[in-house]
C-alpha cells in the first residue's frame, strides 16, 4: 500500500515504498519509508494524502502530477519499480491458443521460417526436444507478427 502525502510545501512523498539496506534491530523507523522525511509520526501528522493505492505506477504518476517527488522517494521508487519489473514475466502478447492451434503455429513457423531463430525453435518443438511453453508460443507468434508486417512493408512499398 503506497500513500502519497505532501506537505506544506509541495515536495511529495510516497510511503510504503521498501528500504534498500538492510532492515537492523532499530529498523523500525525505516521500515515505514525508504525516505528519512517519510519517517516519524510527526510526517503523518503534518501531511495530506493525496492518493492511496496499491499502485507504484498510479502513486509516482500522481506525485509528479501535484508536485516535484522528493529526490530519497524519487529513488526508492525507481528501485522499487525496477525490482517489480525484473520480478515480471514479459508482456504477453494478448494472443490466446488452444492445443491444435499452437501445433499448427509450430508447424508454420518450422516450414514458413525455416531459416529464422524462431523456425529453429519450432523444429526443435517439433522433434519433442523442448516442451512447449507461453514464452515459446510467445516468440513464435512474435516471430510471425513481425514476418508477416516486413511481408506487407515489401509488398506496399
Ligand atoms: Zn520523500
Same mark, same amino acid.
Given at each position: 500500500?503506497?500513500?502519497?502525502?505532501?506537505?506544506?510545501?509541495?515536495?511529495?512523498?510516497?510511503?510504503?515504498?521498501?528500504?534498500?539496506?538492510?532492515?537492523?534491530?532499530? $529498523?523500525?523507523?525505516?521500515?515505514?519509508?525508504?525516505?528519512?522525511?517519510?519517517? $516519524?509520526?510527526?510526517?503523518?501528522?503534518?501531511?495530506?494524502?493525496?492518493?492511496?493505492?496499491?499502485?507504484?505506477?498510479?502513486?509516482?504518476? *500522481? @506525485?509528479?502530477?501535484?508536485?516535484?517527488?522528493?529526490?530519497?522517494?524519487? /529513488? @526508492?521508487?525507481?528501485?522499487?519499480?525496477?525490482?517489480?519489473?525484473?520480478?515480471?514475466?514479459? *508482456? %504477453?502478447? +494478448?494472443?490466446?491458443?488452444? +492445443?491444435?492451434?499452437? /501445433?499448427?503455429?509450430?508447424?508454420?513457423?518450422?516450414?514458413?521460417?525455416?531459416?529464422?531463430?524462431? $523456425?529453429?525453435? @519450432? /523444429?526443435?518443438?517439433? @522433434? +519433442? %526436444?523442448?516442451?512447449?511453453?507461453?514464452?515459446?508460443?510467445?516468440?513464435?507468434?512474435?516471430?510471425?507478427?513481425? *514476418?508477416?508486417?516486413?511481408?506487407?512493408? /515489401?509488398?506496399?512499398?
Amino acid at each position: 500500500m503506497y500513500e502519497v502525502r505532501y506537505g506544506r510545501s509541495n515536495v511529495m512523498h510516497i510511503s510504503g515504498l521498501p528500504e534498500a539496506t538492510k532492515a537492523s534491530a532499530d $529498523g523500525m523507523r525505516y521500515a515505514a519509508s525508504a525516505c528519512p522525511a517519510v519517517s $516519524g509520526l510527526a510526517f503523518f501528522a503534518t501531511t495530506t494524502v493525496a492518493l492511496t493505492t496499491d499502485d507504484l505506477a498510479a502513486a509516482i504518476a *500522481a @506525485a509528479r502530477s501535484r508536485g516535484r517527488l522528493c529526490a530519497s522517494c524519487t /529513488k @526508492a521508487a525507481d528501485r522499487a519499480v525496477a525490482a517489480k519489473r525484473a520480478t515480471e514475466p514479459p *508482456a %504477453e502478447s +494478448g494472443v490466446r491458443l488452444d +492445443g491444435d492451434q499452437i /501445433k499448427a503455429l509450430i508447424a508454420l513457423v518450422a516450414t514458413k521460417h525455416a531459416d529464422t531463430d524462431a $523456425g529453429t525453435l @519450432a /523444429k526443435r518443438l517439433l @522433434a +519433442g %526436444e523442448l516442451t512447449v511453453t507461453d514464452q515459446h508460443v510467445r516468440k513464435l507468434v512474435d516471430a510471425l507478427t513481425e *514476418a508477416c508486417v516486413a511481408q506487407y512493408m /515489401k509488398e506496399t512499398a
